[in-house]
C-alpha cells in the first residue's frame, strides 16, 4: 500500500480489491483489441520478462497511469505479481524492451 496515491492508501481492502480487478479487466480487453496495449518489462534479478498494464486506481481511464500492474506467466496461468509507481524507473525499463518493437 506504501506505493498507493495516499488517498488510496487507506481505504478499505475490498474496495482495493474491486479497483484493481476493474482495472484488470479493462486492461485484458484492450489488449485483446490492440495487441501492443500491454507492455513488456524485463527483471534483471529474475531474469525474465514479465507484462506491465496500466492500473488507474483513480478510475480516469484517459489519463496517464500512477501505478502499473506487473503480470506474469507462470504454467499456463498470469499472476498479478506486483504493482508499482510508474516512474521514470518503469519507464525507462518498458523502452528498454520496445526498442526493436518497430522492426517486426
Known amino acids: 500500500r506504501a506505493r498507493f496515491p495516499e488517498d488510496l492508501q487507506n481505504i478499505p481492502d475490498l474496495a482495493l480489491i ?13 489488449q485483446k483489441r490492440d495487441g501492443s496495449y500491454a507492455k513488456p518489462i524485463y527483471s534483471a534479478s529474475t531474469g525474465a520478462v514479465s507484462w506491465v498494464l496500466p492500473f488507474f486506481a483513480n478510475g480516469n ?15 499456463d496461468f498470469y499472476q498479478l505479481k506486483t504493482i508499482l509507481p510508474y516512474d521514470d524507473e518503469v519507464k525507462d525499463k518498458i523502452m528498454d524492451m ?3 518493437s518497430r522492426m517486426w
Do not use: N
Not at 474491486?18 to 484492450?30: M, N, V
Not at 481511464?61 to 504454467?75: Q, R
Open 61 to 75: 481511464f484517459m489519463a496517464t497511469p500512477e501505478l502499473v500492474m506487473v503480470i506474469a506467466k507462470y504454467g
Open 98 to 100: 520496445s526498442i526493436y
Open 18 to 30: 474491486t479497483q484493481i480487478k476493474q482495472s484488470l479487466e479493462i486492461g485484458l480487453k484492450l
